[in-house]
């Protein structure tokens, strides 16, 4: 499993310490030492979609433009990520069928099952 965090991210220091208590195998990606592959991105957003993907609570978000904000589908949402990869809602955990947004117990709950 991969997990995309953000070193400086509270909710992914917590997921990751969480993911290594439990014992499960994962991967840390930062989005931002590490950059964001269009690939990757388009998997998250046509998994998971784009409102889920999208942290429109983020200062990056905030320093848009209007007009990159509005009118948002799932292309102009990936290519935004590509650009500006703290834009991605963290941590995310991506399994090869599944991604998840967030952390929380139903993802805790997902992730040791």
């Not at 840390?28 to 269009?38: F, I, K, P, Y």
């Not at 998994?47 to 993907?53: Q, V």
């Not at 609570?57 to 990520?81: H, P, V």
Request: charged share 30%; glycine share 4%; hydrophobic share 45%.
């Amino acid at each position: 499993m991969k997990v995309y965090t953000l070193k400086s991210c509270d909710s992914c220091k917590k997921a990751l310490k969480w993911l290594a208590e439990q014992g499960i195998a994962h991967e840390a990606h930062d989005v931002r030492a590490d950059g964001l592959m269009e690939s990757a991105v388009r998997h998250i957003v046509d998994t998971a979609g784009w409102e889920e993907a999208v942290n429109r609570r983020s200062t990056t978000w905030r320093g848009l433009s209007d007009a990159d904000r509005a009118d948002i589908d799932d292309d102009k949402a990936i290519a935004l990520i590509t650009a500006n990869p703290t834009l991605l809602k963290r941590p995310v955990f991506v399994t090869e069928h599944e991604v998840m947004v967030g952390f929380n117990d139903a993802i805790k709950d997902w992730l040791a099952a």
